[in-house]
Every structure is written in structure tokens, then in C-alpha cells.
């Protein structure tokens, strides 16, 4: 994170390990879940990127959006509900924005309704 450019890149460094340490612990055993290197170096990448686009962000901010992208689609539904609370637990008081999908949202809906798919909150978050 420090090579990113994070001035808190100890305590964030410390929070993406400890939520793999938990996940693993907590969540459903299944083969494609990943809690090693690779998945933190996914992590990484993906908060560094987001410290290039968006350098005057809280970096909380960035290295919670970064674990929850990387990792929430993976996740089965009922894996999710624990996984939201293991976050938060670890990013006390930290709002994620919302983030804006406008015509990408517009074209998974569009795409459900061409494959007569029912169109779910946990579905449509996983896209």
C-alpha cells in the first residue's frame, strides 16, 4: 500500500489480513473461495488503482470498496450477510458511497429480462 501512496498503509495493510484471517474462519468452506496471497494481492492492486483515480479519497474508503469488490461476487448468499459484518466490524463508522453503474444497470436489467432471469438484489450484485 505504501508504493500506492497511502499515508495509513500500516493499519489498512493489517485490516485486509484480518478480514481473510476471519473470512476463513467464519464463511462457508468452498473450493472457490481464495484467503491467500493471490487474493491479496488482488486486493492491493485494485486499492492502488483506485488511490490513482481517486487520490484525495479517505483511504478507508478505497481499501474497503477494493476488499468488497474483489471479493463479494465470489461469495454464495448465504456467505455475504457475514461477510457485510465482518467488514463493518472492521471499518467501524466507514460509508461506502454509491457507486454510480448508470448504463451498465441499465444493461443487466435489460439482459435479465432477455433471459427471462428473476431479477434479485444478491443476483444483481454478484454481476
Keep these: ?9 500500516r493499519s489498512n495493510a493489517q485490516k485486509i489480513v484480518l478480514t481473510y484471517k476471519l473470512c476463513s474462519e467464519q464463511l462457508s468452506s468452498q473450493d472457490h473461495y481464495d484467503y491467500g496471497m493471490r487474493a491479496v494481492k ?8 483506485l488511490k490513482r483515480r ?17 471479493n463479494l461476487p465470489k461469495f454464495l448468499s448465504p456467505d455475504i450477510p457475514l ?10 463508522g466507514v460509508e461506502l458511497p454509491k457507486p454510480d453503474y448508470g448504463g451498465l444497470m441499465t444493461g443487466v436489467l435489460e439482459g435479465l429480462d432477455e433471459f427471462n432471469l428473476q431479477k434479485t438484489e444478491d443476483f444483481i450484485t454478484n454481476i
Design 83 to 92: 461477510f457485510r459484518g465482518i467488514t463493518s466490524d472492521l471499518f467501524p
Design 54 to 70: 481517486f487520490p484525495e479519497e479517505d483511504e478507508s474508503i478505497l481499501v474497503l470498496r477494493s476488499i468488497i469488490d474483489v
Design 42 to 49: 488482488s486486493v492491493l492492486t485494485a486499492a492502488g488503482n
Design 1 to 9: 500500500l505504501m508504493s500506492f501512496g497511502f499515508e495509513i498503509a
